[in-house]
């Protein structure tokens, strides 16, 4: 009875899923798929809204079509190779840089007719650091992707378990102090990136090397160093993560994180009182990291696309978005420098190079809006392109030699208990069938 009920339901949800299916690829044109981030967005007050503001703006009905994805790479496969038709997606800048160089963007309609057209209110600052993703000269990368946030990489530490004094350098990381308390993202771009600046920093120093092509430019050299350094603080590494570092530190159990800016905030937030956390940017640099809009090659409703991507950019959707994420927006008008000047925070940051000029003494949250002099030794993060291989292999190589010496024993001890406990059960096998043989035997001579 219970089988039979349960193959009705299936059939039912089957009949009604695929009705949907069809109504949705029947009135896909006025369908809007979207392909972003989990946790990325403000549902209520931003995506929820879409439909309408698009109605009053265009005179166009459209339904908006939602999806997640949790890491760069299994979107750009589903693009690349499944051909999926998403009319808008959120990739991170080297998977833009990558996707443009293969042809599989198409350029944002930005006639938005008597819609004002926001993507304007992008920082400068994010437009130049974009334009550095362009495959030739011959591009403008504004055409192909409008920005939606940023932030920056560092080290997040517990000021009670960790010398403040010693954290402005990368060095840090090596420091034998902290054997098994450190927790590495498990993101080898991320690492490269910042780790490449500490291992050229005589370098950097002589002039003879600049942060933009060392974080753009990879070479066997390169990714030697930045390897030997990473297996130089094996023995600190407690673990690899890539995103419950967070909630690891708030608990107080992990000294420090290397972690992006936006994580960092939540841990300070979130940290319980006794737990205090603080995130800082080592004096050789980091890299800043954007993630943008863009429409890709197989895209079915690009107008609704263009206008979503418009809409984003509207700046009350920006702060409704970063209230929400964490993160934060590109955008940088009046309104958004209005929310990030918070009298109650003492120091004052000079944020001249988002706002522009008045913005020379901003009391702005330094972990969302770091100073100027911190961004200006900041580079963009690249795709590795024919060196993705090379890093793989590095990055597999220094995971894999990670484990310590008691990790290592007691793997050997597991596997000894499973071979002892084989072998037991063997010869407790073989017994038992011997004594069958011997009793079928004696039962045979009766």
Same mark, same amino acid.
Not at 1 to 19: P, V
Not at 53 to 61: L, N, R
């Given at each position: 009875?219970?089988?039979?009920?349960?193959?009705?339901?299936?059939?039912?949800?089957?009949?009604?899923?695929?009705?949907s299916m069809n109504a949705?690829?029947?009135?896909?044109?006025?369908?809007?798929?979207?392909?972003?981030?989990?946790?990325?967005?403000?549902?209520?007050?931003?995506?929820?809204?879409?439909?309408?503001?698009?109605?009053?703006?265009?005179?166009?009905?459209v339904t908006v079509s939602y999806q997640v994805f949790d890491i760069n790479e299994n979107m750009l496969t589903q693009i690349e190779v499944g051909h999926e038709d998403y009319d808008v997606i959120c990739p991170s800048e080297y998977i833009i840089e990558r996707m443009l160089r293969n042809g599989l963007l198409l350029k944002i309609n930005k006639d938005f007719g008597s819609t004002p057209d926001y993507t304007k209110l992008v920082a400068p600052f994010a437009v130049d650091k974009f334009q550095q993703m362009a495959p030739d000269s011959t591009y403008t990368v504004s055409d192909y992707t409008v920005g939606y946030m940023w932030g920056t990489t560092g080290i997040l530490y517990n000021a009670d378990l960790v010398d403040?004094?010693?954290?402005?350098?990368?060095?840090?990381l090596q420091d034998p102090a902290y054997k098994n308390r450190i927790l590495m993202k498990d993101a080898f771009?991320?690492?490269?990136s910042v780790v490449v600046l500490y291992c050229y920093k005589d370098e950097i120093a002589a002039g003879t090397e600049t942060r933009d092509d060392l974080v753009a430019r990879v070479t066997p050299e390169r990714i030697k160093r930045?390897?030997?350094?990473?297996?130089?603080?094996?023995?600190? +590494?407690?673990? %690899?993560?890539? @995103?419950?570092?967070? =909630? /690891?530190?708030?608990?107080?159990?992990?000294w420090m994180d290397l972690i992006w800016s936006g994580d960092a905030q939540w841990a300070i937030d979130e940290a319980p009182e006794g737990v205090n956390l603080e995130y800082i940017i080592p004096e050789e640099g980091s890299n800043v990291w954007f993630d943008g809009w863009c429409i890709p090659k197989y895209a079915q409703n690009t107008k609704a696309a263009s206008y979503f991507i418009n809409y984003m950019c509207m700046p009350q959707n920006a702060i409704y978005n970063m209230e929400e994420i964490g993160y934060v927006s590109v955008i940088a008008d009046s309104? +958004?420098?209005? %929310?990030?000047? @918070?009298?109650?925070? =003492? /120091?004052?940051?000079?944020?001249?190079?988002?706002f522009g000029e008045g913005a020379e003494a901003i009391h702005a949250n330094q972990v969302f809006y770091p100073d100027k002099s911190i961004i200006d030794r900041c580079a963009l993060m690249h795709d590795c392109a024919d060196h993705t291989e090379a890093m793989l292999n590095m990055w597999n190589h220094v995971k894999g030699d990670s484990l310590n010496n008691t990790m290592i024993i007691i793997i050997c001890v597991i596997v000894a208990c499973i071979i002892v406990f084989a072998v037991i059960q063997t010869i407790n096998k073989r017994r038992q069938r011997a004594l069958q043989n011997k009793h079928h035997k004696n039962h045979n001579r009766k």
């Open positions: 009875m219970k089988k039979g009920f349960l193959f009705f339901f299936l059939l039912l949800s089957a009949t009604f899923g695929f009705q949705v690829a029947a009135d896909r044109a006025h369908t809007l798929k979207v392909y972003n981030w989990q946790d990325y967005i403000d549902m209520e007050n931003v995506l929820d809204k879409f439909p309408e503001w698009y109605k009053e703006q265009t005179g166009e009905d403040g004094s010693k954290m402005n350098t990368w060095g840090c771009r991320d690492v490269y930045v390897e030997d350094f990473l297996l130089g603080m094996k023995e600190n +590494i407690a673990g %690899w993560e890539v @995103d419950f570092g967070k =909630e /690891e530190m708030t608990k107080g159990k992990t309104t +958004i420098l209005a %929310w990030a000047d @918070d009298e109650e925070i =003492e /120091e004052t940051a000079d944020l001249t190079y988002f």
